[in-house]
């Protein structure tokens, strides 16, 4: 069986980060190992939260883990609580990175246009470094904009433009990027990729929902990371992400009683396993 590690906070309740990587990659089929990098009540979207951070803990278990020789087939990475952890999480890669893992840098920090709360302008040139090392990155269209230093434009992006930045991103030093929420229509939303060794450009769009929910790029990360993980190539996998993530808005759409914090990614879960037995 394969086995991802991904290293996020545990939001007890909230429905991003590690609430929603470990059962989407799991229900993959893969092991899914965790470096929780903090605890939070629940995310910072919610007027209060209470914070602990981790960032003590991460090179004892790592050092624990090289004595028992674990391996990893991907390092996935989100949300981060401080420059000083994303560092410590760089030197996690060096150390357990072999030939064919896969790192994938999910550089959560903002949306919408504006950082998360607690994340100021020297996090976004940390997270730009963490970002050179990876082989893939996922980026929102705000977080690109922030990493490349561009105003950001809401949902009124060309396609050359959109090309611009995937490439300007890999230019940062990951192999591929990946940009969610783009649209060149109202009627549709999905996302684009690049790959800096062939120059392909790749895009997958599904139906756009005029609604924005909470957690929708962790839910779209951990199935991309899942699926390339599974062996799929970069546009498959990015297909397969962007498909997931509309069937989890639309399950949020038709419950009457869904809660604003998250999506009902719970509700989609069958049909992404079927998909991967297709
Ligand atoms: O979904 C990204 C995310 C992850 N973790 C925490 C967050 C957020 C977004 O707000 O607050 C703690």
Redesign the pocket.
């Known amino acids: 069986m394969k086995r991802i590690v991904t290293i ?2 545990i ?1 007890c309740v ?1 429905k ?2 590690l609430t929603v990587a470990l059962p989407i990659i799991s229900a993959m089929g893969i092991e899914t190992a965790v470096i929780p990098t ?1 605890v ?1 009540s629940n ?3 919610f007027k209060g ?1 209470t ?1 602990l951070d981790l960032t003590d803990q991460i090179n004892p278990i790592s050092d624990q883990w090289q004595k028992e020789g674990f391996t990893f087939d991907a390092i996935y990475t ?2 981060m609580g401080s420059a000083e952890q994303i560092e410590i999480v760089s030197d996690f890669i060096d150390r357990f990175r072999r030939e064919n893992t896969i790192v994938v840098v999910d550089p ?1 920090m903002a ?1 919408n246009g504006e950082l ?2 607690g994340f100021t302008k020297e996090f976004v040139q940390s997270m730009r470094v963490l970002c050179s090392k990876a082989d893939v990155i996922v980026p929102n269209l705000t977080e690109a904009s922030f990493m490349l230093d561009l105003p950001f434009k809401g949902d009124d992006y060309s396609k050359d433009e959109i090309h611009k930045i995937l490439k300007n991103l890999t230019s940062m030093g990951s192999k591929k990027s990946v940009l969610t929420g783009v649209s060149y229509d109202k009627n549709q939303l999905g996302s684009a990729a690049y790959d800096s060794a062939s120059g392909r450009y790749y895009e997958r769009f599904n139906k756009w929902y005029p609604v924005k929910f ?2 929708t ?2 839910i779209y990360a951990s199935a991309m990371t899942g699926a390339l993980v599974n062996g799929m190539n970069i546009d498959e996998a990015i297909g397969l992400a962007v498909d997931y993530t509309a069937e989890c808005v639309r399950c949020s759409i038709e419950d009457k009683e869904h809660r604003w914090y998250g999506v009902n990614f719970e509700s989609a879960i069958p049909m992404l396993v079927k998909r991967l037995e297709a």
């Open positions: 996020q906070d939001s909230g991003c980060s903090a939070l995310h910072t979207a939260f914070f989100g949300y959560a949306d998360y709360k909470h957690g790029g962790d």
